[in-house]
């Protein structure tokens, strides 16, 4: 298989589709507005929005000014009207042989500019009374990180079916075959084409009960501490069937006749109160670690991650068993995720930020898990198969600067200050546990600090950080949009620049950012991102 | 190592940029006077609010009248007469073949680089005071998390927009 993250070969620059001609041609070239009926939507659009001046009536009604309601509609009515008109007045659109322009605004302008080339969605939608007027709502997307990029509306029908059709061949000239077919793929998002040959769907992974239940042990879940918590909140009040659920207070009786003697009170020896704080952290911790369990049996059971010709697919679940195909091109990075324990024992979880427009993501795109828990030598061949395979030997880590922990090194001293100010840590019981907690605080923000690596191979650059959770993302070149090199006064005194990258798609794990490293390696490391382009 | 990505060791890096920032071409200073403009608003309206509490609650206290009102309105003037004027020359571009970059800010300087065939789609936009003074905003949109708008101001509009033609020429492939 070759790679299949290579940048598609640059296709010649198309000429205008050789239709454009006998589309709108009457139009194409010249500003238009957009279809006269804005008018008279946006005069109906006036009922819905007096919604707006309820407010305001009723103030005027309960303050005794009534006779002023008739008035504030009217000028209400007018400004709309002066809305409505101006908008339509000062809305022009312009379709050129290879772009879109939209022009916005009398007082401040705004003219956006659409090449077609960028367009990925174009959408007409018709409502009932834009039916009959014959006209629609165009909207179309380029992919920008924001949604929708321009809407207009409304304009004639035959008009948004030609740009459309303007928009359609032009893509159809200029992108390559395999792009084609990779749209007329992500279509038909479901398997619905026939597999050609068995090997067309691969298994590439799958958790057996035994690691199933080995990668339950090593998530606990706090969930059932908040459980407890309002569990006994809820007891004094609650008696569900009959049962009488112990009330805080009777509950210290149980447990003081358990002990066999009266520790809440004042003069309670520490002994006795580990006594019965150690059983009950021993039971919590026993708790969470069931309900850890239970919980990703029935998250992860019968986990298979399989590949499909374009695709990863990945299943999961007892009861609700969850069906997520991954398109592999638009896979933006991977990032591989442990925990403080977990990797001692070197398991870990791999996970892909992808485009949005993955079928099953539900949340629109972003993260997904694609390895829930797993060694390395398991995780490997997976990065292969979708082309972000570094070589780890060769890959040389670079650390961050330490400076790093400097801002929370202030509020911890201050933290610390306040500590000492509140109860000098001599004199008061509650002195020396702050301080230490301060202290502790400090050592875990500096070795998270000191977490920070970075390393590049190939066209991949990675990016290690964090302590409880630490991460490595794997992050190729081709999808790197934009880099910032940043940097303030104290890190230019120290020859400092954080390197951040924009890539598309939101996830929580995945790292994007190198901070503190020395700004010419900083600025080494963008050119050679982008003049290999 | 390998040698498809060459990273230059710490120091003995040669200039990664054709151009370092010194170099690169300044916006318009009268950009300064809309930036003068939205800081003179909020100017305004904090001192009127300041001058106004100044002048119905501060007798009341029994304290002196005017300080409060005199110092905020100092700090503006001080405002205006630095600020503004800085910011400008820290906003600075350069255009070259593939790639546009802008950097602004000087206590916190961020640098951006955006390749042609990232951008996704281009503004040019212009507010009342840019129009009367006949600037306009170049904003390029890519599909970034980060940096999903990245805007220069305060480019002569002509200009900006010939910008805008030039990126857009630019614009030959996309990867998905």
Known sequence: ?533 | MTAIFPITPDHSAEPPHPTPPEDLTPIEPRYAWVLRASLAINALITTAIIATADALLVPKLGLPQGIATGLIAFFWLLMLLILPSRRVLSIRYHISDDHIRIRRGFLFTVDTIVPFVRVQHLDVSQGVIERSLGLSSLTIHTSGVLNQAVTLPGLETSLAHAMRETIHRHILTDFA
Do not use: C
């Open chain 1, 1 to 533: 298989m070759s790679d299949p993250f290579l940048l598609p070969v640059t296709p010649p620059k198309p000429a205008p589709p050789a239709d454009a001609a006998d589309a709108p041609s009457e139009d194409s070239g010249a500003w238009q507005r957009q279809h006269i009926s804005a008018l008279f939507l946006g005069l109906l659009r006036f009922g819905r929005s007096l919604f707006n001046l309820i407010p305001a009536v009723a103030a005027l009604g309960l303050s005794g000014n009534s006779r002023y309601i008739p008035f504030a509609i009217a000028g209400y009515f007018l400004l709309h009207i002066g809305g409505v008109l101006s908008h339509w007045l000062f809305t022009l659109y312009r379709i050129g042989p290879d772009s879109l322009s939209i022009r916005h605004g009398l007082f401040s302008r705004n003219e956006r500019h659409i090449g077609f080339d960028r367009v990925q969605d174009i959408s007409i939608e018709q409502g009932l009374l834009p039916r009959l007027l014959g006209v629609a709502r165009i909207s179309i997307e380029t992919g920008a990180g924001s949604g929708e990029d321009v809407t207009l509306f409304p304009i004639k029908m035959e008009k948004a079916e030609a740009l459309r059709e303007t928009l359609r061949a032009y893509r159809e000239q200029a992108r390559p075959l395999a792009e084609a077919q990779d749209s007329a793929d992500e279509l038909s998002s479901t398997p619905s084409t026939p597999p050609a040959s068995s090997d067309d769907s691969r298994l590439l992974f799958a958790l057996p009960p035994r690691k199933l239940l080995l990668s339950g042990v090593f998530s606990p879940s706090l969930a059932v501490i908040a459980l407890l918590g309002a569990l006994i909140g809820f007891a004094d009040r609650f008696e569900p069937f009959g049962l009488n659920i112990p009330s805080e207070r009777e509950l210290i009786a149980m447990i003081e006749a358990y002990v066999g003697s009266n520790i809440f009170q004042q003069n309670s020896s520490p002994r006795s109160i580990a006594l019965v704080i150690a059983p009950l952290l021993l039971a919590i911790a026993a708790l969470s670690l069931i309900t850890g369990i239970i919980r990703t049996i029935f998250r992860d059971w019968d986990y298979r991650l399989s590949r499909e010709p374009r695709t990863l697919r990945r299943l999961r679940g007892l009861t609700t068993r969850t069906d997520v195909a991954i398109t592999i091109r638009r896979v933006q990075s991977a990032t591989l995720v442990t925990g403080l324990i977990r990797q001692i024992f070197g398991w870990q979880e791999l996970r892909l930020r992808s485009l949005a427009s993955d079928i099953g993501s539900g949340e629109g795109g972003g993260d997904h898990q694609i390895i829930p828990f797993a060694q390395r030598e398991e995780i490997d061949p997976i990065l292969e198969e979708i082309g972000l395979l570094p070589n780890w030997e060769a890959v040389e880590w670079q650390r961050s600067h330490g400076i790093l922990a400097l801002p929370s090194f202030f509020t911890l001293i201050l933290f610390a200050a306040s500590a000492a100010s509140f109860s000098i840590p001599a004199a008061n019981s509650w002195g020396w546990p702050l301080f230490g907690a301060a202290i502790l605080l400090l050592l875990i923000e500096i070795l998270t600090a000191r977490r920070h690596f970075h390393g590049v191979d190939g066209d991949k650059i990675l990016i290690r950080s964090g302590l409880f959770r630490p991460s490595l993302t794997i992050l190729p070149r081709r999808a790197i949009q934009s880099a910032d090199i940043s940097d303030n006064f104290l890190y230019r005194r120290l020859g400092l620049a954080s390197l951040a990258f924009g890539v598309p798609g939101i996830s929580s794990h995945a790292d994007d950012r190198i901070p503190a490293i020395s700004l010419s390696k900083a600025t080494a490391l963008r050119a050679a991102i982008f003049h290999r382009d």
